[in-house]
């Protein structure tokens, strides 16, 4: 009584154990041994209208219930499934692709397309998508194709603001008959072979992947700004020597790298050339790289030997980030000499090209990366004679991943026996040899140095004297006569020819005084400049000081320093010192 009583609170539900008319009717199931006695006979029937159906208790109550069927996939219809998908679908059937249906989603797009016509006439954006001969493959072959993010315009048709991206699908189906038609081509009345486009939308996808490009773009444009801000803005060009480098940065992605060149005046005519290489990339590399830069510019102030530039290098290296590797070259190149001195901290071979086209690798002596610390590095020297070139490199121009890095260098040799002209067109030249490209993965720095044959008037304008000092106080005079005689003979002008006469006179007295044999003094001209320097056998330095008015001696440095453009002092590898003074020549 009590769930009788209840169950009539529901009017209605009858209706839920009516028949649906679009399923069939499962026939009412016996009873069974738990059924209850049947409703009494004066009691309307279920399911009559404006009734309430009585309690019912044929069947198992509370949990003895069975659970009620779950509705079936084979009860859905096709429109129903594919009516309702966001994505677009239309279905053709035939050679011709005779449209046969399209979705809602699909005519929201491109508008609504009438049945029955050939996909040339109802369907033309597929056309315009270039689906149609891959629909044709489809029909052909019997397997699906797809082809990704095309684009559908703005205002292609329906009711859009916005270009669109979708990745379309075309899969073989059978389009079954659909009985007869009064127009035979609005109704497929026979079975026959379709395709089903379908169109899933991609363009918030497409999108997002074009904005994380264009944000990858400016990170990277950012990177290659930061790496290229740490490299020289503009090469200092030497007197003697033609200069040109080139920097490629590698990859596609963000992270900058570790690789420098640099070239550096010392005086006196003599050029530091730097090339170096910090492993790995990122902003730690490219800050590693920018300190090791700045570092070697002021050790390279020092004058010291390559191999106590390297010294002082390694040493700061383990200071700055000992997890770091980095590997150098140092060469000085002195016009005096015709040589370059060098010396390398785990860095690939500098090569060298003659003046009939041999080229050959500077011999090692090379040390461990910088960083590695307890080390004693030496230096090396090569031939650097007029109509000679010489190549710096970083590892990224020679270095392949399937291949020895011996034969990349082999590579590198063969490609620069054959590179002529200036330095910057030898770097391009090597760039294409060695394959490099805009998606090389690595970093590639090259520098490329020339000492050029000078003939004619440029011949005229590079001169070099030189005069062995023997004996005592005798020599002075010697040598005053001898600069006054030479810089007549080049010409310079009056002022010019007093002040170089008065500063070789001031050297050659003050290596007299401090220094010990042998000694030697050496004028030489370039096109910039006038350069006066006298060496001796002492390695002690000498340093500008003030003289008191009683002091007899300590003026010689301090008027060389007012009278010449620049001055400084180095020690000579062999032992003993250099003093020099430049004068810078007026430009004509």
Request: net charge negative; with cysteine; hydrophobic share 40%.
């Amino acid at each position: 009584m009590i769930f009788t009583r209840w169950s009539a609170k529901f009017p209605g539900t009858q209706r839920r154990t009516a028949a649906r008319p679009d399923r069939p009717v499962t026939p009412p199931a016996a009873p069974t041994a738990h059924s209850a006695a049947p409703a009494p006979a004066g009691d309307a029937p279920a399911g009559q209208p404006g009734t309430v159906p009585a309690a019912r208790a044929e069947g198992p109550t509370g949990e003895d219930a069975p659970p009620a069927a779950p509705p079936t996939v084979d009860a859905l219809s096709v429109h129903d499934i594919l009516g309702t998908i966001p994505a677009l679908v239309a279905v053709v059937y035939g050679p011709e692709h005779r449209l046969a249906y399209v979705n809602s989603a699909y005519a929201g797009v491109f508008g609504t397309r009438p049945a029955g016509r050939t996909a040339h006439e109802a369907l033309p954006e597929l056309a315009e998508l270039g689906l149609l001969p891959l629909m044709d493959q489809v029909l052909r072959s019997g397997k699906p194709r797809t082809v990704k993010s095309r684009k559908v315009p703005a205002g292609a048709g329906g009711d859009r603001t916005r270009d669109g991206y979708y990745t379309f699908t075309c899969t073989p189906i059978e389009v079954a008959a659909s009985g007869p038609a009064p127009d035979p081509e609005v109704a497929c009345v026979a079975p026959h072979k379709g395709v089903l486009v379908f169109g899933a939308e991609v363009t918030d996808q497409i999108e997002s992947a074009e904005r994380l490009r264009a944000s990858e773009a400016r990170q990277r444009a950012a990177a290659v700004t930061l790496q290229r801000s740490l490299l020289p803005q503009e090469l200092e060009q030497p007197d003697d020597l033609i200069v040109a480098a080139t920097y490629q940065p590698g990859g596609t992605d963000a992270a900058v790298g570790g690789d420098w060149y640099d070239v550096i005046t010392l005086g006196a005519g003599r050029t530091a050339l730097v090339i170096g290489d910090v492993m790995g990339r990122g902003v730690r590399a490219a800050a590693v790289m920018g300190q090791l830069r700045t570092a070697v510019r002021a050790y390279a102030r020092l004058d010291l030997p390559p191999h106590e530039v390297l010294q002082l290098l390694d040493g700061l290296a383990a200071e700055i980030d000992a997890s770091q590797i980095a590997t150098c070259v140092y060469a000085v190149h002195d016009p005096n000499e015709g040589r370059l001195l060098y010396a390398s901290a785990g860095h690939l071979p500098m090569l060298v090209r003659d003046a009939d086209g041999t080229v050959r690798r500077a011999a090692e002596p090379t040390g461990p990366p910088l960083g590695t610390g307890g080390w004693l590095h030496t230096s090396g020297s090569v031939p650097l004679a007029s109509g000679s070139s010489a190549v710096l490199y970083t590892d990224g121009l020679v270095e392949r991943r399937d291949k020895d890095i011996d034969e990349g260098v082999a590579a590198l040799e063969r490609a620069f026996a054959g590179a002529t002209g200036a330095p910057d067109i030898v770097c391009d030249r090597l760039l294409r040899s060695l394959g490099i490209t805009a998606a090389h993965d690595d970093d590639v720095a090259i520098l490329v140095i020339q000492n050029p044959v000078r003939t004619g008037h440029d011949a005229e304008l590079f001169h070099n004297a030189a005069l062995e000092l023997h004996g005592g106080t005798e020599a002075a005079p010697r040598a005053r006569a001898f600069a006054s005689g030479v810089l007549a003979s080049w010409r310079f002008s009056p002022e010019l020819h007093d002040l170089g006469v008065l500063a070789a006179s001031e050297l050659v007295a003050n290596s007299l005084q401090h220094g010990t044999p042998p000694m030697r003094l050496r004028l030489r001209r370039t096109d910039r400049r006038l350069i006066i320097e006298v060496t001796d056998g002492d390695d002690h330095l000498p340093r500008r000081r003030r003289a008191e008015p009683v002091d007899e001696a300590g003026r010689g440095i301090s008027i060389v320093a007012t009278i010449a453009s620049s001055w400084g002092s180095r020690r000579t590898p062999g032992g003993g010192k250099a003093v020099w003074c430049e004068f810078a020549l007026p430009r004509t």
